[in-house]
C-alpha cells in the first residue's frame, strides 16, 4: 500500500510539472485545443467530417451486429438501462447508456461484459471514449456541446427505428440520420441536438477518436478534458464564474488536469497509438 501511496504522489508530481509546460503543447498546435468551461464554440471545423476519410471506420462498421448482440445480451442480464448524468443546468430524461471508457477512465465491469466490442475499439487508434447510448421513444434533447474540440465524435447505427424525420441528429445547421452499420463523424463541439420521435428505443455506438495533433499525448489530452468536466461542477455552483476571461480557465483546466493525468497513468485505458 505504502508503495502504492508513493507511486500516486509521485505520478502527481509529474502530471504538475507536464501541467507547466501545457502552454506549450498548445502552442504546437495550429488552434488552441476549445474546453466547454470556456464558453461556446467559436472554431471553424465543420458539423460533419466524411467517415471515407478514416481508415479505422470500417473496423466499426465490420462489427456492428456483434457490437449489437454483446448490448442485446446485457439488457437481457441487467434490465433497466442507467441513465446519463450531465453537468449541465437543464435535466434530461430518456437518454440513457452502458459507460465503457470516458476518456480514458475505464469502466472495468462492462469492459468485461463486452469482449467483443472492446476488442474493436482497442484495434481503433487514438479512441479514448466509447459508451453504448440509448435514446428512448419520444425523446428530444436540447441543444448542448461537447466537453472539447480534441476529439471526433463517431455514431454507429446499432439499433435505428425510423428515418431522420423521426430519428435524427442536427450538429449546427446540418441535419443527419443514422443507419443500421452506418457511421457519423462529427464535431462534438459544435451545438447539436438529437431525437427519437419514434415508438420504439434507438441505440449506437458512441466513441471518442482523438485528432491527430493530440494523439501522441492521449493521458494530457484526456486529463485535460476530465478536468474540464470537473470544473463546469464548479461553474454550476458558483452562478456568474462562467465570465471570468478564458485565460483563467485555461489556467484552471492545466492545474485540475494534474491529478488525473496521474489517475490515467496508473490505471486508465491505453488507446493503441496513432
Given at each position: 500500500?505504502?508503495?502504492?501511496?508513493?507511486?500516486?504522489?509521485?505520478?502527481?508530481?509529474?502530471?504538475?510539472?507536464?501541467?507547466?509546460?501545457?502552454?506549450?503543447?498548445?502552442?504546437?498546435?495550429?488552434?488552441?485545443?476549445?474546453?466547454?468551461?470556456?464558453?461556446?464554440?467559436?472554431?471553424?471545423?465543420?458539423?460533419?467530417?466524411?467517415?471515407?476519410?478514416?481508415?479505422?471506420?470500417?473496423?466499426?462498421?465490420?462489427?456492428?451486429?456483434?457490437?449489437?448482440?454483446?448490448?442485446?445480451?446485457?439488457?437481457?442480464?441487467?434490465?433497466?438501462?442507467?441513465?446519463?448524468?450531465?453537468?449541465?443546468?437543464?435535466?434530461?430524461?430518456?437518454?440513457?447508456?452502458?459507460?465503457?471508457?470516458?476518456?480514458?477512465?475505464?469502466?472495468?465491469?462492462?469492459?468485461?461484459?463486452?469482449?467483443?466490442?472492446?476488442?474493436?475499439?482497442?484495434?481503433?487508434?487514438?479512441?479514448?471514449?466509447?459508451?453504448?447510448?440509448?435514446?428512448?421513444?419520444?425523446?428530444?434533447?436540447?441543444?448542448?456541446?461537447?466537453?472539447?474540440?480534441?476529439?471526433?465524435?463517431?455514431?454507429?447505427?446499432?439499433?435505428?427505428?425510423?428515418?431522420?424525420?423521426?430519428c435524427g441528429i442536427r450538429v449546427g445547421d446540418e441535419q443527419r440520420?443514422?443507419?443500421?452499420?452506418?457511421?457519423?463523424?462529427?464535431?462534438?463541439?459544435?451545438?447539436?441536438?438529437?431525437?427519437?420521435?419514434?415508438?420504439?428505443?434507438?441505440?449506437?455506438?458512441?466513441?471518442?477518436?482523438?485528432?491527430?495533433?493530440?494523439?501522441?499525448?492521449?493521458?494530457?489530452?484526456?486529463?485535460?478534458?476530465?478536468?474540464?468536466?470537473?470544473?463546469?461542477?464548479?461553474?454550476?455552483?458558483?452562478?456568474?464564474?462562467?465570465?471570468?476571461?478564458?485565460?483563467?480557465?485555461?489556467?484552471?483546466?492545466?492545474?485540475?488536469?494534474?491529478?488525473?493525468?496521474?489517475?490515467?497513468?496508473?490505471?486508465?485505458?491505453?488507446?493503441?497509438?496513432?
Amino acid at each position: 500500500m505504502q508503495r502504492a501511496l508513493q507511486s500516486v504522489e509521485s505520478s502527481v508530481a509529474r502530471s504538475a510539472v507536464l501541467a507547466a509546460r501545457s502552454g506549450r503543447w498548445s502552442a504546437q498546435c495550429a488552434v488552441q485545443p476549445y474546453f466547454r468551461v470556456l464558453g461556446p464554440y467559436e472554431g471553424e471545423e465543420p458539423a460533419f467530417y466524411d467517415p471515407r476519410a478514416f481508415f479505422w471506420v470500417p473496423l466499426l462498421q465490420q462489427a456492428w451486429r456483434e457490437v449489437r448482440a454483446e448490448f442485446e445480451q446485457y439488457a437481457a442480464q441487467h434490465g433497466e438501462i442507467p441513465g446519463h448524468f450531465v453537468p449541465d443546468r437543464v435535466e434530461i430524461h430518456g437518454w440513457k447508456g452502458v459507460k465503457l471508457v470516458t476518456f480514458g477512465r475505464p469502466y472495468r465491469a462492462n469492459l468485461r461484459a463486452f469482449p467483443r466490442t472492446v476488442a474493436v475499439l482497442q484495434a481503433v487508434p487514438g479512441l479514448v471514449s466509447a459508451s453504448i447510448n440509448v435514446l428512448e421513444p419520444g425523446t428530444v434533447l436540447p441543444v448542448h456541446h461537447g466537453d472539447s474540440d480534441l476529439c471526433y465524435r463517431v455514431h454507429v447505427g446499432l439499433i435505428v427505428p425510423a428515418g431522420v424525420e423521426q430519428c435524427g441528429i442536427r450538429v449546427g445547421d446540418e441535419q443527419r440520420g443514422w443507419e443500421e452499420g452506418g457511421v457519423l463523424v462529427f464535431n462534438d463541439a459544435r451545438p447539436h441536438t438529437v431525437w427519437n420521435r419514434s415508438s420504439k428505443p434507438r441505440v449506437i455506438l458512441l466513441c471518442d477518436v482523438l485528432k491527430p495533433q493530440y494523439a501522441r499525448t492521449p493521458v494530457r489530452a484526456c486529463a485535460q478534458v476530465l478536468a474540464t468536466i470537473a470544473l463546469l461542477y464548479v461553474q454550476l455552483r458558483l452562478p456568474g464564474s462562467e465570465r471570468l476571461p478564458a485565460a483563467v480557465w485555461r489556467s484552471a483546466v492545466r492545474m485540475a488536469a494534474a491529478p488525473f493525468a496521474a489517475y490515467l497513468r496508473l490505471c486508465g485505458w491505453v488507446p493503441r497509438p496513432a
